[in-house]
């Protein structure tokens, strides 16, 4: 299963070049800082509701509602407020701390839910199963005596899949032997499966299949050559005056771009009041963008495996679900910043490169025309964010991508290790052609890495020329001519979704449209409102039937566009809580009530996807691969604004 081998990051000696948790917020959206988490410990240990069982499972910044964001000033008292959620003997419980007034604001138990996984809960099972004889016997018959290696996981399922889940914070999984290797990815003891009470502290049941011999290919890639191929020569972006940029108390200034961003425990990076200079107008883009949840179904019958669908942020945000960026990740030239996320106790742990920032060339030109002999043109530079949301056993760079056209792109890169299951074949079997139902790909002798999705959901909080916006709906038709040698043409015709179903939208080759955010109110030169465009990139839609458990979880991979009003408790695509639910929250849920959407503050939900069939070549770490989409303007200027960019990138 998902192998957490998370522990506190020791502080180290960081350049004095790296950007750093600032010690105080200069603004209410920034992240909270290190004697603010101390000031919510100390509230609540203070508060007398606290017992030697409470786990933190999450704290968060506690966003104040955006019309006082978007009326406070710099000398303004900052307004901070925090979420708490904890899990205390297999309650689950919300409490807000007001951390300038120092006070509890509520602390309120949530029967029927239940809290994000914690560390310590994984460490404690893990001793506990390892000591219950009936694992032992199991993995004596799997010839497994040495248990010092050995890491036995039993983790919340997001779906109801067993009785026991009724009542219980139940956990289910699987055992990995890291003996001889770095880690244990490809070591899965496969066979063995432990039900377990994660509250009782017990092993519920062992499921001892037949088993299978355990793959022994080489998985330390940690040990591979690094040997430059013929020919490479060095490859240098310099930057001898230091970086185009500026960030001033938060907020970073780069061209014409404005944005602030704070790196959030459970989403990663948000980025918040993103602004361009247009002239001597400052104008709104997006009040806030984010990444909202993960959805991750793997797609194998068997026992053991048809469990496996997972929402990471919502559920596994260990430490925060963003993780170090490093010299391999980000150029030389790259500033990093640090951050905070809480430990089980509560306590702020300091988290070193955290995110990267850094400028780079465009990969092409941002315009160019060649008319006789003579080709005007006028090269691209780019402004990049980056980050590295660790699930376990998979790594996704998060990038969001500041271009000079006005242009966001937003892009997703998922690498690090593929989910394996041990089986007895090791090469495939001659004469298995089309037509046979595959469920994964022999990576190894004995080895299979499993198909999978991979959905994400963002939430684009887009504000054009302010936050009174609506949602337009440009669709490609058919128009068929007559008395014209042409039979068809196509046409744009615009519609505006006027409620929450219009606004659920897919992506249809055959019947293409375009998604726009525009300000009904605000007119560019030739009289079109002003506006931004969703444009998806190559994606997918979950092709799991809607009525399946696990996707009614996953819910908000049904469909490539959502939109809803604002609503500041709206959050995450999937609902607060992911664990062991029936699903249809969040997304779903929401737009049951198909509220209006026009010419109001609405929220665009972005899902980007991919189907996951593995290549012998992902073994055994996958290369990078890349899906994105674009946020970029659409009528809001009136004329190309990279018309006199310099010569020099």
């Known amino acids: 299963m998902r192998a957490f081998f998370l522990g506190l990051i020791a502080l180290s000696t960081l350049s004095a070049s790296l950007g750093g948790q600032s010690t105080m917020p200069h603004h209410p959206l920034d992240a909270l800082t290190t004697q603010e988490y101390w000031t919510i410990h100390d509230v609540l240990e203070q508060s007398g509701h606290l017992t030697d069982k409470t786990l933190f499972s999450s704290v968060l910044l506690h966003e ?50 239940q809290a994000p996984i914690t560390e310590s809960e994984l460490d404690t099972m893990n001793d506990i199963v390892k000591k219950d004889p009936r694992v032992i016997a199991a993995l004596k018959r799997h010839r497994v005596t040495d248990l010092s290696g050995v890491r036995c996981e039993p983790i919340p399922i997001t779906w109801m899949i067993f009785p026991e889940q009724t009542n219980g914070r139940i956990g289910f999984g699987d055992c990995t032997d890291s003996h001889g290797v770095y880690h244990p990815w490809g070591r899965a003891i496969e066979g063995v499966y432990i039900l377990a009470d994660l509250t009782s502290e017990k092993v519920l049941k062992v499921v001892d299949n037949e088993p299978v011999p355990m793959s022994q290919s080489d998985i330390n890639y940690e040990e591979g050559a690094a040997t430059a191929r013929p020919g490479t020569k060095p490859l240098l972006v310099t930057q001898p005056l230091g970086p185009g940029y500026t960030i001033d108390k938060g907020e970073v200034m780069w061209q014409n771009w404005r944005f602030r961003f704070r790196l959030d425990p459970r989403v990663g990076p948000v980025v918040n009041l993103v602004r361009y200079q247009d002239g001597d107008r400052l104008r709104s883009v997006m009040y806030e963008g984010s990444l909202s949840e993960m959805y991750v179904p793997y797609m194998d019958p068997d026992e053991g495996w048809n469990s496996r669908a997972f929402v990471d942020a919502g559920e596994f945000l260990l430490g925060g679900l963003i993780k170090p960026v490093g010299p391999d990740d980000c150029p030389p030239h790259a500033q990093y910043f640090t ?27 941002a315009w160019r025309h060649l008319e006789g002999d003579v080709i005007s043109g006028r090269p691209s530079r780019e402004l990049v964010l980056r980050t590295a949301a660790v699930a376990g056993n998979y790594d996704y760079m998060l990038d969001w991508v500041f271009q000079q056209d006005g242009t966001i792109r937003v892009a997703v890169g998922a690498t690090g290790i593929v989910e394996t299951k041990g089986v007895k074949e090791q090469t495939v079997a001659m ?13 190894a002798p004995n080895l299979l890495a499993v198909n999978h999705d991979h959905y994400f959901s963002y939430r684009l909080d887009l504000d054009v020329d302010g936050p009174s916006n609506s949602f337009m709906v440009d669709r490609l038709v058919q128009e068929p001519l007559s008395g014209h040698t042409r039979k068809t043409i196509w046409a744009a015709q615009s519609s505006i979704a006027h409620t929450e179903k219009e606004g659920i939208l897919d992506l249809d080759l055959r019947n293409p449209s375009m998604w726009h955010f525009i300000n009904p109110s605000q007119h560019d030169a030739r009289g079109y409102p002003t506006g931004w465009e969703i444009m998806p990139g190559a994606t997918a839609v979950s092709n799991i039937s809607n009525d399946d458990p696990a996707q009614r979880v996953g819910a908000f991979s049904g ?18 809580y992911v664990t062991n639910n029936e699903g249809l929250r969040g997304l779903p849920e929401w737009t049951k009530a198909n509220r209006s959407i026009e010419n109001t503050d ?9 189907h996951h069939v593995v290549r012998v070549e992902d073994w055994p770490v996958m290369p990078t691969l890349w899906h994105d989409f674009l946020i970029r303007p659409v009528n809001f200027f009136d004329q190309n604004p990279t018309l006199t960019l310099p010569h020099e990138p």
């Open 431 to 443: 004469g298995d052609g089309p037509g046979k139902l595959e469920h994964g790909t022999l990576v």
């Open 559 to 576: 469909h490539q566009m959502w939109v809803t009003p604002y609503k500041p408790d709206e959050r995450y695509a999937a609902g607060t």
């Open 339 to 365: 951050g905070l996320a809480p430990s089980d106790a509560g306590a702020p742990v300091f988290k070193p490169q955290l995110a990267c920032l850094f400028e780079r060339p465009g990969d092409g030109p």
């Open 64 to 113: 104040p509602v955006k019309d006082q964001v978007l009326a406070w000033k710099p000398g303004d008292a900052i307004p901070r407020e925090a979420d708490v959620i904890l899990e205390d003997g297999g309650k689950t419980i919300e409490a807000r701390v007001d951390i300038t007034a120092r006070k509890l604001e509520f602390w309120k138990p949530v029967p029927g839910m």
């Open 602 to 610: 609405i929220v665009g939900w972005y899902t980007l996807g991919f």
